[in-house]
């Protein structure tokens, strides 16, 4: 056990994980020069495309040190974004070490001091890395200052790489077996084994990735699950080599995988702990945190019967994607369909993305929402993130929507563009901190509601993508919401209704029903749309009738010959316009859900 190292890379977007991952399996000969691609650990189609990694992959790697010994390192690489901050805290539960991995350019930011307390959280060995220094504006000397002050950490424990060149990763990876502890634990001992990840497997079921903590396992072994008390046989074990390799024995120390026959996705949690059922182990492992969902919207499948596929389908993802949640739901306009959280609105894209390329499902998503707190007249507390369940107003007493603490870190010459984005987002307690001559931190408090939808593209943009952002949920505050709905025709569609605050609803009203103008198709009446608060109409707008020239034989006469084909043209309309019916195309809810987004 002495020649394992387990360790895991963290750091802030795009400061360079994947590519330093990349470049240590290669120094490790798992790939040769041939066979080296960006991104080897990112599997997924969507990680590629949009150059970010979402999910946390293990890999196991040989290395023969300077010293002449054999090391094994099961190396970790993790996200950066804050939305999938929860693969990062079950990354790190199955390691002793971690790199903090920093931008030689851009120096210590936002999610770097975010996944920095994580890791302090588990009490790993920290080993910091500044990254990127061939770049022509790397600052190393000022980066270091900033890890040394503003981290506390050593400074004869930084290293210096460029992961896109390879300088320095030699040096980096007799850093990791001379600074990282190796793991500690009995292979005599009763098993216990920690699940952090598992993913469905078609042909050979759940495929579940766990840290040994004591004890070994080996085909034929009986298991059982902790929490859940489920009993299995185990088939195969192994450890992940770009692709899964098979061994006779995983023991105390390692990462791997166990392949059961587990074929009810409810069997293998992640943060669940593994013994066997001849030796039980006294005590579960500690698990990880339960995730809290912040942003909610409903997903509904385009054709209503594959509502059994899409519950199939959400099965498998939770399994792979532990933050997700979903019950089920329902909508007159839409029909059958499930409620679900997620914890920010890049995961809600990544989950819609998955579901439509993975299960190859057609889906429609209702407008995101946050979850309000109403206090009813009789003290009744009330939590609501669908607008369908909103209270009657005369039973309300207080409502109040939850707030975030931001963090935002940026150069110091956006400053004004930045405050005045903050103050129409209803920004309040504005502080300022300078952590390094010429940037700032910005803290404020904002409504969560004003950040879901297009907060952090406008950030980026006014930034030049400059601008780094970062969250965490403090408290629930009063505030002046209303129900907006949405009429076609004079009858509401609940499922475009939505929650929003008084002083910007007149505005996402209109918004939504412009863009619903150009997605219904005109009918052979004049079609109402219109945005209400209650009984009163806030915004209106017309989509005209389709009109037949019923005139057009008339030529010259008398002009009561025309005025009576008017008329009967009028009063057929008026018929119509009352037994017709207004068919809302499937594009018409995507187009109001990117109204809000875009």
């Known amino acids: 056990m002495k020649n394992i190292r387990n360790f895991s890379i963290i750091a802030h977007i795009d400061h360079g994980k994947s590519t330093l991952a990349d470049r240590i399996i290669q120094r490790c000969g798992l790939l040769s020069t041939r066979e080296y691609r960006d991104q080897v650990l990112d599997n997924m189609d969507i990680e590629r495309e949009r150059g970010i990694t979402i999910k946390s992959q293990t890999i196991c790697l040989s290395y023969t040190a300077r010293n002449g010994e054999s090391y094994i390192l099961n190396l970790v690489d993790t996200p950066g974004h804050a939305d999938f901050s929860y693969e990062v805290s079950r990354a790190l539960a199955a390691c002793e070490g ?37 770049l022509p504006s790397a600052e190393p000397d000022k ?38 502890p190796p793991p500690t634990g009995s292979p005599d001992a009763p098993l216990q084994a920690l699940v952090f990840d598992a993913h469905y497997d078609s042909f050979r079921g759940t495929v579940t990735s766990c ?107 939770k399994l792979n994607d532990a933050a997700l949640f979903f019950q089920k739901d329902s909508s007159a306009a839409l029909g059958f369909g499930f409620r679900c959280g997620f914890l920010g609105l890049l995961h809600l894209e990544v989950v819609q993305e998955r579901l439509e390329r993975e299960f190859d499902m057609s889906l429609i998503l209702t407008v995101p929402s946050v979850r309000y707190r109403f206090i009813l007249s009789n003290g009744d507390e009330q939590f609501v993130d669908n607008p369908s369940h909103f209270p009657d107003p005369s039973a309300i007493r207080t409502i ?4 975030i603490k931001a963090t935002i870190l940026m150069p110091e010459r956006y400053m004004g563009a930045v405050m005045t984005l903050c103050m129409e987002r209803r920004a309040a307690n504005t502080t ?73 609803a007149r505005a996402r009203g209109l918004g939504a029903i412009e863009r619903l103008k150009e997605e219904i198709p005109r009918q052979m009446f004049k079609i109402a749309l219109q945005a209400a ?31 009576k084909l008017l008329e009967k043209q009028k009063a057929g309309k008026k018929r119509l316009k009352t037994v017709g019916n207004v068919e809302i195309p499937q594009s018409a809810f995507l187009a109001v859900l990117k109204t809000e987004r875009s």
Request: net charge negative; charged share 25%.
């Open 400 to 403: 109040e929507e939850p707030y």
């Open 211 to 317: 840290r040994i903590f004591n004890g070994s396992v080996r085909p034929g072994d009986t298991i059982t699950f902790m929490s859940t008390g489920a009993v299995h046989k185990v088939e195969e074990v192994g450890v992940y080599r770009l692709k899964k390799q098979s061994t006779k024995i995983l023991q105390a120390g390692e990462v791997g995988y166990i392949l059961a026959g587990i074929k009810t996705i409810e069997d293998a949690k992640p943060g669940d702990t593994i013994t066997l059922r001849a030796t039980p182990a006294k005590e579960p492992l500690p698990g990880f945190r339960e995730v809290q969902p912040v942003v909610f919207s409903s997903i509904y499948p385009i054709a209503s019967d594959e509502y059994e596929d899409l519950a199939v389908a959400l099965e498998k993802l």
């Open 533 to 563: 608060i209650g009984t009163t109409i806030i915004a209106r707008t017309n989509i005209s009738a389709l009109r037949k020239d019923v005139t057009s034989k008339c030529y010259g006469g008398d002009i009561t010959r025309k005025r």
């Open 98 to 134: 971690t790199l903090l991995l920093v931008d030689a350019a851009q120096g210590v930011e936002a999610q770097t001091l975010a996944n920095l307390y994580v890791a302090m959280e588990n009490d790993l060995e920290i080993i910091p890395v500044i990254n990127k220094i061939d």
């Open 143 to 180: 980066v270091s200052a900033q890890i040394t002050n503003d981290l506390g950490l050593d400074r004869a424990t930084i290293q210096f790489c460029s992961a896109k060149t390879g300088a320095g990763i030699d040096d980096l990876l007799e850093a990791i077996i001379a600074l990282l």
């Open 432 to 504: 300022y901190l300078y952590p390094t001559p010429g940037r700032i931190e910005l803290i404020c408090e904002l409504p969560l509601a004003e950040v879901i939808y297009d907060y952090y593209d406008r950030l980026k943009s006014i930034t030049q993508g400059y601008g780094s952002f970062d969250y965490e949920l403090i408290d629930y505050r009063p505030s002046d919401l209303v129900k907006l709905d949405i009429l076609i025709n004079g009858d509401p569609v609940d499922a475009l209704s939505q929650l929003a605050h008084r002083s910007n």
